[in-house]
């Protein structure tokens, strides 16, 4: 606070050193003004300092002009006019940085200061507005009106007066840096300027609205101001005394417990007995220390509990220690479960619940096979089951763990974007906890259990990180023995634990993490299989599911198969499931409200129970047609067959293809085109139809996209039969990818498609020679009834697909007149 309250200092309310000083103030006299009014006086530059009127404060000074004029005052007993610089940070002042009204001041002798500098006692006698600068150096000298201000007060000053004090009354009661007596010296003050100015010197305003009291020169608007300023300075001062009010009574009630504690700790070691923190931490500390678990483990629990002993029962912290220990004991850090290593067991189990899968069930046999003979270092497998929904991934790693004798956790990784999600959180975050993994090890109850994560394809990525990336290390045989959660800190062993994760397709995993993982595809069954799967599993299990069991419900094998044909389109046996589900239903009702119903399920039957046909199956061509090519195609679903169309026709050479092709279809087809090109004169053709006749290559259905280069054989076949005249055979379909010298080069999905054209009652299937590998995974059946023909070049398919006859006239461009010619060009 600017003003010096010493004077308040002993017992009386008054100070004699102060009176001693302040009576040198009063010899000085106020300078007299001209007839207009004026005084004349040495300037006083003030830095950061507003003297007000009537007010008595200690000035600091160092500046040479400002001893030299208040030296120079002295000699003359005269005051000062003292001028409020408006930037403090202006060394050497001119007229332009003073504010325009000041303060004519009585200065006292200046006193020697430790540090160099002078200090002296400065009084305010009255406001004055500057005139003119009379003199600049070495001194500056001012002429100055002195404002008069009006000592009358009328109704509305006399309760501006009222508020002011009130509002003081209430600051000083609140802000302990301002004497009581402070109040007792505004009461007796009865001019309303005087009382504004001596209530701005009290508050800790800053600089800039010192300068505004100091401007206004109206009494009534400074008491106005001043008001309004008060009033802010309450709020405050009422907020700051609620807050230390607050963390006051805070910190007497945690001392008022802390003593209470202390004086109970002492009766109950009198009594004999312990508190129940006391107690709480001795049998952590028991349980840690009896607990399987390994030493790194146990010395860190150990180091927490001893936290934990040092802390108040009531700290924060306290709650997250307590669940980091109750992880660190619940977690099955040295459990493991025996595994039945009998490998007839696990395959009767593995053939009990699953038809097929013969190369799934082959790897587990092999892993069980080799852990009986007991091998130095052991490794768990890591694999991936890929395959369309519905043909048994997770039900399948049920019953391996079934087989093996093991705990069968699951974690759904689809639309998993965090990767906090796999690692956890660190516990520096309020309610953190471990990741999925370290969770479902807490769920499994062994260290060795089966876990399943299943849709890993599913897998999303965002700006928390990805979670494939934090999988690398849980799926990677040389780094998860000492897998390591954010939440822990802690390594935990996951070698012992066999993951198997589902995907349906590769192509969104990460190659990184595709690496770690042994792939076994789980292709679609074919109709053989949903037949056999149905009787043997789907079957029994819904007509359990619907209550049934007395009536002795079966299918007859052409219901099941026009369910399977018409109702369901999948690869899986889902759907199949709930259609056969929804005629055991149907027959529960008929039961239940006394109806007659059937107990053989035949064809005819099954559309009044289902409705109408839902599907409908491509079928092979009726009759050898010119321009039509049979070409089987692979879907998530299954193989099917598909129609290429050609047409020939009049044009400018171009070649059109239609029906949703993608790029490498595209590319095919035009490969195709230039192989015939190539070969033209060898198959008869007239090359001026490659330059002024258009193809048209369409394939239905044309809302289906479809991709790949495996129609490129097929394309080829139709496009030279539309430009031969000869027929395609109906009976032939026809798969593989052609270059631009003919060879026909190798393509996937075999078995689907073999399959699709098996069903559509083809008997000649054209496959590349290099695929002859995958004939191995085709049933007898279907292998005996079809005529495989495996070829290498695009001659042996022409051989085998087209008759050899033409039956319609091959395409002829129509001639042209010359204008015609010269205008096409």
């Not at 404060?57 to 160092?62: D, N, S």
């Not at 700790?265 to 007995?273: D, H, M, R, V």
């Not at 292998?783 to 319609?808: G, N, S, W």
Request: hydrophobic share 40%.
């Amino acid at each position: 606070m600017p003003n010096d309250w010493s004077f308040f200092d002993d017992e009386d309310g008054f100070n004699p050193a102060f009176s001693q000083r302040t009576e040198e103030l009063y010899r000085i006299p106020n300078a007299t003004p001209d007839e207009d009014g004026c005084i004349e006086a040495l300037v006083l530059p003030l830095r950061d300092l507003v003297i007000y009127p009537n007010m008595v404060t200690p000035i600091f000074l160092g500046r040479e002009a400002s001893i030299q004029a208040i030296q120079e005052a002295q000699e003359r007993n005269q005051t000062v006019i003292g001028l409020s610089q408006r930037d403090p940070q202006v060394e050497f002042p001119g007229p332009q940085d003073f504010l325009e009204i000041g303060v004519e001041l009585a200065v006292g002798r200046l006193l020697t200061m430790p540090d160099g500098s002078y200090s002296a006692l400065a009084q305010g006698r009255r406001r004055v507005e500057v005139v003119q600068f009379t003199r600049l150096k070495p001194v500056m000298r001012v002429r100055a009106r002195v404002i008069q201000e009006p000592t009358k007060v009328d109704r509305t000053l006399r309760a501006l007066m009222r508020s002011a004090l009130d509002l003081f009354e209430r600051c000083v009661q609140l802000n302990r840096s301002i004497p009581e007596e402070a109040h007792l010296f505004a009461l007796n003050i009865s001019e309303p300027g005087w009382l504004a100015d001596m209530i701005a010197s009290a508050l800790p305003l800053d600089l800039s609205e010192r300068h505004t009291i100091l401007l206004i020169t109206d009494p009534r608007q400074r008491l106005q101001q001043v008001n309004k300023l008060l009033a802010q300075e309450v709020d405050v001062l009422e907020l700051e005394d609620e807050i230390h009010s607050r963390v006051q009574s805070e910190v007497d009630r945690s001392q008022r417990e802390f003593y209470l504690r202390e004086q109970m700790k002492a009766i109950q070691s009198e009594l004999g007995e312990s508190d129940v923190w006391t107690r709480d931490i001795g049998e952590l500390r028991k349980r840690i220390e009896e607990a399987a678990l390994p030493d790194v483990v146990r010395q860190t629990a150990l180091r927490e509990v001893e936290r934990l002993n040092q802390m108040p029962p009531m700290a924060p912290e306290v709650g997250i220690i307590r669940t980091y220990l109750d992880w660190i004991l619940d977690l099955p850090w040295l459990v493991y479960t025996e595994d039945n290593l009998d490998v007839r067991h696990a395959a009767e189990v593995l053939d009990r619940h699953h038809y097929g899968l013969k190369k799934a069930k082959e790897r587990i046999l092999e892993y069980i096979a080799v852990r009986s003979l007991k091998p130095k270092k052991e490794r768990q497998p890591i694999l991936c089951f890929v395959g369309p929904p519905g043909t048994g991934k997770t039900s399948l790693g049920k019953s391996i763990a079934e087989a093996l004798g093991r705990k069968f956790v699951r974690v759904s990784l689809g639309g998993v974007r965090d990767e906090a999600e796999i690692r956890g959180h660190r516990r520096t975050y309020i309610g953190a906890l471990p990741g999925r993994i370290i969770q479902t090890m807490k769920r499994a109850g062994s260290a060795n259990p089966l876990f399943m994560l299943d849709e890993i394809d599913k897998l999303g990525q965002d700006f928390r990180g990805d979670p494939a990336s934090a999988l690398l290390e849980v799926l990677d045989p040389e780094q998860n023995h000492a897998f390591s959660d954010h939440y822990l800190e802690l390594d935990f062993d996951l070698s012992k634990v066999i993951f198997i994760t589902t995907a349906n397709t590769l192509m969104t995993i990460p190659p990184a993490l595709l690496d770690r993982l042994e792939v076994i595809e789980f292709p679609g069954y074919i109709e053989e299989e949903k037949l056999i799967i149905a009787n043997r599993f789907l079957i029994p299990r819904q007509i359990e599911e619907s209550g049934i069991e007395e009536v002795g419900l079966r299918f007859a094998p052409q219901a099941l198969q026009r369910i399977i044909r018409e109702y369901t389109y999948e690869a899986g046996v889902r759907n199949l499931e709930r259609e056969i589900g929804r005629i055991c239903r149907k027959v529960a009702r008929r039961k239940a409200e006394g109806k007659r119903y059937p107990t053989l399920i035949t064809a005819p039957l099954v559309s009044k129970f289902l409705g109408p046909q839902q599907y409908f199956q491509t079928e092979a061509e009726r009759q050898d047609e010119v321009g039509v090519a049979t070409s089987l195609a692979w879907t998530e679903n299954g193989g099917e067959i598909m129609a290429v169309e050609v047409a020939v026709f009049d044009g400018k050479g171009s070649l059109q293809m239609t029906g949703q092709l993608g790029e490498v279809m595209q590319e095919s087809g035009q490969a195709a085109l230039t192989y015939i090109k190539s070969r033209a004169e060898r198959f008869g053709i007239d090359f001026e139809v490659f330059e002024r006749m258009d193809i048209h290559i369409h394939v239905p259905e044309g809302a289906i996209p479809k991709d790949g280069p495996s129609a490129g054989i097929t394309m080829a076949t139709a496009m030279l039969s539309a430009l031969t005249g000869r027929p395609v055979r109906r009976d032939v379909g026809m798969t593989g990818e052609i270059t631009l010298r003919g060879r026909v080069l190798p393509i996937g999905g075999v078995r689907e498609k073999v399959l699709a054209a098996h069903r559509a009652g083809l008997k000649v299937v054209i496959l590349p020679e290099k695929n002859s590998k995958d004939l191995v995974d085709l049933p007898k059946r279907v292998r005996a009834d079809l005529d495989i023909k495996l070829v290498k070049h695009m001659d042996e398919v022409v051989e085998t697909a087209l008759l050899p006859e033409a039956v319609v006239e091959p395409p002829r461009p129509r001639r042209r007149s010359d204008d015609q010619e010269q205008e096409d060009e």
